[in-house]
Protein backbone atom coordinates (compact mmCIF):
# COMPACT_ATOMS: atom_id res chain seq x y z
CA UNK A 1 0.00 0.00 0.00
CA UNK A 2 2.92 2.43 0.91
CA UNK A 3 4.45 1.78 -2.64
CA UNK A 4 1.16 2.48 -4.14
CA UNK A 5 0.75 5.70 -2.51
CA UNK A 6 4.36 6.74 -3.65
CA UNK A 7 3.92 5.48 -7.34
CA UNK A 8 0.27 8.17 -7.17
CA UNK A 9 2.21 11.07 -5.77
CA UNK A 10 3.31 13.42 -8.37
CA UNK A 11 6.59 13.88 -6.98
CA UNK A 12 7.18 10.82 -4.64
CA UNK A 13 7.83 8.21 -7.08
CA UNK A 14 10.60 10.47 -8.93
CA UNK A 15 12.46 10.80 -5.49
CA UNK A 16 14.19 7.51 -6.45
CA UNK A 17 16.25 9.35 -9.01
CA UNK A 18 17.86 12.09 -6.78
CA UNK A 19 20.59 10.58 -6.10
CA UNK A 20 22.22 11.26 -9.70
CA UNK A 21 22.32 14.70 -9.04
CA UNK A 22 25.25 14.53 -7.61
CA UNK A 23 26.74 11.69 -9.41
CA UNK A 24 26.23 14.31 -12.58
CA UNK A 25 27.82 16.68 -10.54
CA UNK A 26 30.97 14.70 -9.72
CA UNK A 27 31.03 12.67 -13.11
CA UNK A 28 31.19 16.14 -14.53
CA UNK A 29 33.84 17.99 -12.27
CA UNK A 30 36.26 14.70 -12.41
CA UNK A 31 35.46 14.90 -16.80
CA UNK A 32 34.31 11.50 -17.02
CA UNK A 33 32.85 9.85 -19.68
CA UNK A 34 30.48 11.67 -21.87
CA UNK A 35 28.16 9.51 -21.98
CA UNK A 36 27.88 8.90 -18.40
CA UNK A 37 27.34 12.61 -17.52
CA UNK A 38 24.89 12.65 -20.45
CA UNK A 39 22.49 9.83 -18.46
CA UNK A 40 22.81 10.50 -14.89
CA UNK A 41 22.44 14.52 -15.53
CA UNK A 42 19.31 13.09 -18.25
CA UNK A 43 18.13 11.10 -14.74
CA UNK A 44 18.85 14.21 -12.50
CA UNK A 45 16.77 16.28 -14.30
CA UNK A 46 13.59 14.06 -13.75
CA UNK A 47 13.23 14.51 -9.54
CA UNK A 48 13.55 18.36 -9.89
CA UNK A 49 11.26 18.60 -12.83
CA UNK A 50 9.21 16.64 -10.66
CA UNK A 51 9.58 18.75 -7.65
CA UNK A 52 9.16 22.17 -9.74
CA UNK A 53 6.05 20.60 -11.24
CA UNK A 54 4.67 19.96 -7.32
CA UNK A 55 5.67 23.65 -6.46
CA UNK A 56 3.55 24.96 -9.41
CA UNK A 57 0.81 22.45 -8.31
CA UNK A 58 0.67 23.99 -4.94
CA UNK A 59 0.88 27.37 -5.82
CA UNK A 60 -1.90 27.55 -8.31
CA UNK A 61 -3.75 25.65 -6.12
CA UNK A 62 -3.94 28.10 -3.40
CA UNK A 63 -4.26 31.31 -6.24
CA UNK A 64 -7.60 30.56 -7.56
CA UNK A 65 -8.35 29.27 -10.85
CA UNK A 66 -7.28 32.14 -13.01
CA UNK A 67 -4.09 32.66 -11.23
CA UNK A 68 -3.63 29.34 -11.03
CA UNK A 69 -3.94 28.35 -14.11
CA UNK A 70 -1.82 30.91 -15.04
CA UNK A 71 1.01 29.79 -13.10
CA UNK A 72 0.48 25.95 -14.33
CA UNK A 73 0.82 27.49 -18.64
CA UNK A 74 3.28 29.45 -17.48
CA UNK A 75 6.00 26.95 -15.37
CA UNK A 76 4.17 23.95 -16.75
CA UNK A 77 7.08 23.15 -19.58
CA UNK A 78 9.88 25.43 -17.74
CA UNK A 79 12.03 22.35 -17.79
CA UNK A 80 12.07 21.45 -20.71
CA UNK A 81 12.63 25.53 -22.02
CA UNK A 82 15.32 25.90 -19.19
CA UNK A 83 17.24 22.86 -21.06
CA UNK A 84 16.37 24.11 -24.13
CA UNK A 85 18.22 28.07 -23.55
CA UNK A 86 21.03 26.67 -22.66
CA UNK A 87 21.23 24.19 -25.56
CA UNK A 88 20.56 28.05 -27.61
CA UNK A 89 23.37 29.14 -25.74
CA UNK A 90 25.99 26.57 -26.20
CA UNK A 91 24.56 27.23 -30.41
CA UNK A 92 22.85 23.43 -30.72
CA UNK A 93 20.18 25.07 -32.63
CA UNK A 94 19.29 22.05 -34.52
CA UNK A 95 19.17 20.29 -31.02
CA UNK A 96 16.72 22.78 -29.57
CA UNK A 97 14.21 22.35 -32.94
CA UNK A 98 14.61 18.54 -32.38
CA UNK A 99 13.20 18.79 -28.78
CA UNK A 100 10.58 21.36 -29.32
CA UNK A 101 9.34 18.66 -31.77
CA UNK A 102 9.59 15.49 -29.91
CA UNK A 103 7.51 17.31 -27.08
CA UNK A 104 4.75 17.99 -29.05
CA UNK A 105 5.29 14.15 -30.46
CA UNK A 106 6.34 12.93 -27.02
CA UNK A 107 2.81 14.33 -25.50
CA UNK A 108 0.11 13.42 -28.95
CA UNK A 109 1.42 10.04 -29.12
CA UNK A 110 3.64 8.67 -26.15
CA UNK A 111 1.73 10.39 -23.19
CA UNK A 112 -1.68 10.38 -25.03
CA UNK A 113 -1.55 6.79 -26.23
CA UNK A 114 -0.32 5.99 -22.65
CA UNK A 115 -3.03 6.99 -21.09
CA UNK A 116 -5.73 6.05 -23.49
CA UNK A 117 -3.94 2.60 -22.89
CA UNK A 118 -3.36 2.35 -19.64
CA UNK A 119 -6.70 4.31 -18.67
CA UNK A 120 -8.70 1.72 -21.26
CA UNK A 121 -7.78 -1.42 -19.48
CA UNK A 122 -10.62 -2.73 -18.19
CA UNK A 123 -12.82 -0.83 -19.29
CA UNK A 124 -15.35 -1.01 -22.63
CA UNK A 125 -14.37 2.92 -23.33
CA UNK A 126 -13.60 5.97 -21.37
CA UNK A 127 -15.12 9.79 -21.78
CA UNK A 128 -13.81 12.89 -22.01
CA UNK A 129 -15.31 16.12 -23.01
CA UNK A 130 -15.20 16.70 -26.51
CA UNK A 131 -15.39 19.92 -26.76
CA UNK A 132 -12.13 20.99 -25.02
CA UNK A 133 -10.50 18.68 -26.35
CA UNK A 134 -11.56 19.60 -29.67
CA UNK A 135 -10.69 23.37 -28.59
CA UNK A 136 -7.13 22.77 -27.76
CA UNK A 137 -6.30 19.90 -31.14
CA UNK A 138 -7.86 22.56 -33.22
CA UNK A 139 -4.97 25.36 -31.66
CA UNK A 140 -2.41 22.27 -32.24
CA UNK A 141 -3.41 22.16 -35.43
CA UNK A 142 -3.51 26.11 -36.32
CA UNK A 143 0.24 25.91 -34.89
CA UNK A 144 1.46 23.79 -37.33
CA UNK A 145 1.14 26.11 -39.93
CA UNK A 146 3.38 28.34 -38.47
CA UNK A 147 5.89 25.94 -37.87
CA UNK A 148 5.63 24.93 -40.97
CA UNK A 149 5.96 28.31 -43.28
CA UNK A 150 9.64 29.01 -42.56
CA UNK A 151 10.73 26.11 -43.69
CA UNK A 152 8.13 25.94 -46.69
CA UNK A 153 9.56 29.63 -47.36
CA UNK A 154 13.44 28.05 -47.20
CA UNK A 155 12.15 25.25 -49.56
CA UNK A 156 11.48 27.54 -51.98
CA UNK A 157 13.88 30.74 -51.73
CA UNK A 158 16.27 29.28 -49.79
CA UNK A 159 18.73 26.63 -50.29
CA UNK A 160 16.29 23.58 -48.63
CA UNK A 161 16.03 22.10 -45.68
CA UNK A 162 18.89 21.27 -43.02
CA UNK A 163 19.61 17.54 -42.56
CA UNK A 164 19.08 15.82 -39.52
CA UNK A 165 23.10 15.41 -38.56
CA UNK A 166 23.64 19.21 -38.32
CA UNK A 167 24.09 21.53 -35.29
CA UNK A 168 23.44 24.85 -36.69
CA UNK A 169 23.10 26.46 -39.45
CA UNK A 170 23.29 30.41 -39.91
CA UNK A 171 20.04 31.83 -42.27
CA UNK A 172 19.73 34.49 -43.93
CA UNK A 173 18.12 37.90 -42.75
CA UNK A 174 15.08 37.38 -44.39
CA UNK A 175 14.39 33.54 -42.76
CA UNK A 176 14.89 35.15 -39.32
CA UNK A 177 12.96 37.69 -40.44
CA UNK A 178 9.78 35.55 -41.03
CA UNK A 179 10.36 33.38 -37.72
CA UNK A 180 10.35 36.32 -35.81
CA UNK A 181 7.12 37.45 -37.30
CA UNK A 182 5.54 34.45 -36.91
CA UNK A 183 6.63 33.71 -33.38
CA UNK A 184 5.01 36.93 -32.16
CA UNK A 185 1.65 35.96 -34.22
CA UNK A 186 2.09 32.64 -32.47
CA UNK A 187 2.16 34.13 -28.81
CA UNK A 188 -0.59 36.46 -29.44
CA UNK A 189 -2.54 33.39 -30.81
CA UNK A 190 -1.05 31.66 -27.29
CA UNK A 191 -2.35 34.44 -25.30
CA UNK A 192 -6.40 34.62 -26.43
CA UNK A 193 -5.69 31.15 -25.79
CA UNK A 194 -5.31 31.62 -21.98
CA UNK A 195 -8.27 34.15 -22.39
CA UNK A 196 -10.25 31.43 -23.61
CA UNK A 197 -9.39 28.92 -21.53
CA UNK A 198 -8.95 30.45 -17.93
CA UNK A 199 -11.72 32.89 -18.16
CA UNK A 200 -14.44 33.01 -20.98
CA UNK A 201 -14.22 28.94 -21.01
CA UNK A 202 -12.81 28.59 -17.84
CA UNK A 203 -15.41 25.64 -16.76
CA UNK A 204 -14.24 23.47 -19.82
CA UNK A 205 -10.87 23.07 -19.04
CA UNK A 206 -11.26 22.66 -14.58
CA UNK A 207 -12.53 19.45 -14.79
CA UNK A 208 -11.08 16.83 -12.77
CA UNK A 209 -8.61 19.27 -11.39
CA UNK A 210 -9.48 19.71 -8.16
CA UNK A 211 -10.23 16.43 -7.39
CA UNK A 212 -6.52 15.25 -8.28
CA UNK A 213 -5.63 17.94 -6.03
CA UNK A 214 -7.54 16.95 -2.78
CA UNK A 215 -5.95 13.96 -2.67
CA UNK A 216 -2.38 15.14 -2.13
CA UNK A 217 -0.92 16.68 1.33
CA UNK A 218 -0.94 19.92 0.41
CA UNK A 219 1.96 22.62 1.03
CA UNK A 220 2.12 26.21 2.21
CA UNK A 221 2.49 29.19 0.03
CA UNK A 222 6.42 29.50 1.41
CA UNK A 223 7.19 26.12 1.14
CA UNK A 224 5.63 26.06 -2.57
CA UNK A 225 7.63 29.34 -3.79
CA UNK A 226 11.22 27.95 -1.83
CA UNK A 227 10.19 24.64 -3.59
CA UNK A 228 10.13 26.03 -6.84
CA UNK A 229 13.06 28.24 -6.43
CA UNK A 230 15.36 25.66 -5.24
CA UNK A 231 13.82 22.69 -8.13
CA UNK A 232 14.54 25.89 -10.85
CA UNK A 233 17.93 26.17 -9.89
CA UNK A 234 18.74 22.27 -9.77
CA UNK A 235 17.20 22.27 -13.12
CA UNK A 236 19.33 25.08 -14.36
CA UNK A 237 22.40 22.79 -12.77
CA UNK A 238 21.26 19.69 -14.44
CA UNK A 239 20.30 21.39 -17.74
CA UNK A 240 23.88 22.45 -17.94
CA UNK A 241 25.49 19.48 -17.38
CA UNK A 242 23.43 17.75 -19.52
CA UNK A 243 23.41 19.72 -22.85
CA UNK A 244 27.44 20.14 -22.27
CA UNK A 245 27.88 16.34 -22.85
CA UNK A 246 25.26 16.24 -25.43
CA UNK A 247 27.72 16.05 -28.07
CA UNK A 248 30.65 13.83 -27.07
CA UNK A 249 27.55 11.57 -25.77
CA UNK A 250 26.13 11.43 -29.51
CA UNK A 251 29.49 10.62 -30.74
CA UNK A 252 30.20 7.90 -28.47
CA UNK A 253 26.88 5.80 -28.95
CA UNK A 254 26.59 6.02 -32.16
CA UNK A 255 23.30 8.55 -32.27
CA UNK A 256 22.53 11.53 -34.13
CA UNK A 257 21.97 14.68 -31.73
CA UNK A 258 18.79 15.04 -33.88
CA UNK A 259 17.28 12.03 -32.01
CA UNK A 260 18.80 12.80 -28.52
CA UNK A 261 17.15 16.39 -28.78
CA UNK A 262 14.02 14.64 -30.33
CA UNK A 263 13.53 11.66 -28.03
CA UNK A 264 16.07 11.27 -24.81
CA UNK A 265 15.79 15.21 -23.77
CA UNK A 266 12.31 15.75 -24.69
CA UNK A 267 11.44 12.66 -22.50
CA UNK A 268 13.30 13.40 -19.77
CA UNK A 269 12.81 17.18 -19.49
CA UNK A 270 8.62 16.33 -18.78
CA UNK A 271 8.32 12.74 -17.32
CA UNK A 272 6.98 13.89 -14.30
CA UNK A 273 4.02 15.33 -16.29
CA UNK A 274 3.88 12.32 -18.46
CA UNK A 275 3.48 10.33 -14.84
CA UNK A 276 0.82 12.48 -13.80
CA UNK A 277 -1.37 11.73 -17.12
CA UNK A 278 -1.38 8.23 -17.09
CA UNK A 279 -2.10 8.19 -13.39
CA UNK A 280 -5.18 10.43 -13.77
CA UNK A 281 -6.41 8.39 -16.60
CA UNK A 282 -6.00 5.15 -14.82
CA UNK A 283 -8.33 6.80 -12.24
CA UNK A 284 -10.57 7.56 -15.16
CA UNK A 285 -10.31 11.38 -15.27
CA UNK A 286 -9.90 11.34 -18.78
CA UNK A 287 -10.67 15.12 -19.04
CA UNK A 288 -7.22 15.86 -16.80
CA UNK A 289 -5.26 13.92 -18.64
CA UNK A 290 -6.39 15.34 -22.18
CA UNK A 291 -5.97 18.57 -21.12
CA UNK A 292 -2.61 17.54 -19.87
CA UNK A 293 -1.24 15.67 -23.40
CA UNK A 294 -2.82 17.92 -25.73
CA UNK A 295 -2.64 20.98 -23.82
CA UNK A 296 1.24 20.70 -23.18
CA UNK A 297 2.08 20.28 -26.37
CA UNK A 298 0.00 23.59 -27.71
CA UNK A 299 1.96 25.17 -25.04
CA UNK A 300 5.30 24.13 -26.50
CA UNK A 301 4.20 24.80 -30.24
CA UNK A 302 2.35 28.13 -29.56
CA UNK A 303 4.51 29.23 -26.55
CA UNK A 304 7.51 28.04 -25.63
CA UNK A 305 8.98 27.55 -29.14
CA UNK A 306 8.24 30.83 -30.08
CA UNK A 307 10.02 32.33 -27.07
CA UNK A 308 13.16 30.26 -28.48
CA UNK A 309 13.02 31.99 -31.29
CA UNK A 310 12.98 35.90 -30.44
CA UNK A 311 15.37 34.47 -27.74
CA UNK A 312 17.93 33.35 -29.94
CA UNK A 313 18.14 37.03 -30.83
CA UNK A 314 20.21 37.79 -27.72
CA UNK A 315 21.48 34.55 -27.00
CA UNK A 316 23.87 32.10 -28.59
CA UNK A 317 25.92 32.80 -31.97
CA UNK A 318 23.12 33.85 -34.12
CA UNK A 319 19.37 33.43 -34.57
CA UNK A 320 17.83 30.41 -34.70
CA UNK A 321 14.45 30.77 -37.10
CA UNK A 322 11.96 27.73 -36.84
CA UNK A 323 12.96 25.91 -40.31
CA UNK A 324 12.68 21.99 -39.69
CA UNK A 325 13.95 19.11 -40.88
CA UNK A 326 11.83 16.92 -43.10
CA UNK A 327 12.21 14.13 -40.44
CA UNK A 328 10.59 17.06 -38.04
CA UNK A 329 8.08 18.36 -40.33
CA UNK A 330 6.79 14.99 -41.16
CA UNK A 331 6.42 13.44 -37.69
CA UNK A 332 4.55 17.38 -36.42
CA UNK A 333 2.17 16.81 -38.99
CA UNK A 334 1.23 13.14 -38.08
CA UNK A 335 1.30 13.63 -34.73
CA UNK A 336 -0.78 16.86 -35.06
CA UNK A 337 -3.71 14.81 -37.35
CA UNK A 338 -3.82 11.81 -35.13
CA UNK A 339 -4.59 14.01 -32.05
CA UNK A 340 -7.24 16.08 -33.30
CA UNK A 341 -8.40 12.83 -35.07
CA UNK A 342 -8.15 10.76 -31.92
CA UNK A 343 -10.27 13.47 -29.74
CA UNK A 344 -12.78 14.33 -32.08
CA UNK A 345 -15.30 11.62 -30.49
CA UNK A 346 -14.95 12.73 -27.04
CA UNK A 347 -14.00 8.87 -26.15
CA UNK A 348 -11.02 6.39 -25.88
CA UNK A 349 -10.22 2.62 -25.90
CA UNK A 350 -7.15 0.84 -24.87
CA UNK A 351 -6.50 -0.36 -28.31
CA UNK A 352 -6.30 3.25 -29.60
CA UNK A 353 -3.80 3.81 -26.89
CA UNK A 354 -1.90 1.30 -28.12
CA UNK A 355 -2.17 2.86 -31.92
CA UNK A 356 -0.78 5.79 -31.07
CA UNK A 357 2.18 4.17 -29.11
CA UNK A 358 2.79 2.35 -32.41
CA UNK A 359 3.23 5.41 -34.45
CA UNK A 360 5.81 6.66 -31.43
CA UNK A 361 7.86 3.49 -32.03
CA UNK A 362 7.51 4.15 -35.26
CA UNK A 363 8.56 7.75 -35.57
CA UNK A 364 11.50 6.81 -33.14
CA UNK A 365 12.91 4.46 -35.38
CA UNK A 366 12.95 6.77 -38.21
CA UNK A 367 14.81 9.06 -36.10
CA UNK A 368 17.34 6.45 -35.12
CA UNK A 369 18.35 5.66 -38.45
CA UNK A 370 18.05 9.92 -39.87
Known sequence: MGLRRVLQDTL?????LVPFIPIAVVL????????????????????TAAAMGKATEELAARSGPGIGGLLNVTFGNAPELIIALFALGAGLHEVVKASI???????????????????????????????????QSSMLLLAAAALIMPAVFELVEG???????????????????????????????????LIFS??????????????????????????????????????????????????????SIGLSEFFIGAIIVAIVGNAAEHWVAVLVARKDKMDLAVNIAIGSSAQ????????????????????????????????????????????????????????LLAVYVVVAVAFVFA
Request: glycine share 10%; proline share 3%.
Open 198 to 251: LKTHRELFNAGHEDHQSNEETWSTRRSVIALAVAGAFVALMSEILVGSIADAAE
Open 300 to 355: IALFVGPILVLTSFFLGPFPMPLVFNGFELAGILLAIIIANQVTNEGESTWYEGLQ
Open 28 to 47: DLAHTSAVAIFFTSALGVIP
Open 101 to 135: IGSILGNTLLVLGAAMFVGGLGRDRQHFDRTAASA
Open 12 to 16: GWSTV
Open 159 to 193: RGLPQPRAEALHYDTKVQTLSASVACVRIASYAAG
